[in-house]
């Protein structure tokens, strides 16, 4: 079993940053992808960014140029750093990791909100 614990999320101005983290435990680990997810209201779940154990990394079209995925192998750490955050980015944010068993984990989400 894996625990995801998220934090980083809040209220900010549009053009704004906010980095968000997310640590995986249990035992035994056997993650593969960490990425994270989102959804605003009265729409699906959607991928916004993903890296796998060789450290590539996926974006959306939506995030390209101003979001960027990170891990901490040693800590089972997770980040995404978001930068020039527009109103169209408001969600709750989902972590999400991925065993090398195909289970996936997800975190209690975190919201995002950006308004001036």
């Known amino acids: 079993q894996v625990q995801l614990v998220e934090s980083g999320g809040g209220l900010v101005q549009p053009g704004g940053s906010l980095r968000l983290s997310c640590v995986a435990s249990?035992?035994?680990?056997?993650?593969?992808?960490m990425g994270w997810f989102r959804q605003a209201p009265g729409k699906q779940r959607e991928l916004v960014a993903l890296?796998?154990?060789?450290?590539?990394?996926y974006y959306a079209d939506s995030v390209k140029g101003r979001f960027t995925i990170s891990r901490d192998t040693a800590k089972s750490t997770v980040y995404l750093q978001m930068n020039s955050l527009k109103p169209e980015d408001t969600a709750v944010y989902y972590c999400?990791?991925?065993?090398?068993?195909?289970?996936?984990?997800w975190g209690q989400g975190t919201q995002v909100t950006v308004s001036s």
């Open positions: 999400s990791v991925g065993t090398i068993y195909s289970t996936v984990y």
């Open positions: 249990g035992s035994p680990l056997r993650i593969n992808t």
């Open positions: 890296q796998n154990s060789g450290e590539s990394a």
